[in-house]
């Protein structure tokens, strides 16, 4: 399985595939291809209880963290 991030580019999202996975299966520019869109979680899953409490965190304070990320973004 590919893992690639999720990313905004202007009204669309982007998800790149490696070119050496694009000539293993033999596809080249311009072709249709499917895509299956799956989230996933990298690591060891979250325990639900820290889940719900980290949900709970990002809601009551959801502007200052954007701030925060905002502002290291910047730097």
Sequence with gaps: MIQRRLR???DEYVI???K???ER???HEGQLVGL???PIEVGPPMQ???RRVMD???EDHEEGFRILFEEEAER
């Design 25 to 27: 299966r033999g596809l």
């Design 16 to 18: 790149t595939i490696p």
């Design 36 to 38: 299956q869109i799956l």
């Design 48 to 50: 639900p209880e820290l």
């Design 8 to 10: 905004l580019s202007g």
């Design 20 to 22: 050496d996975e694009i």
């Design 56 to 58: 709970q965190i990002w």
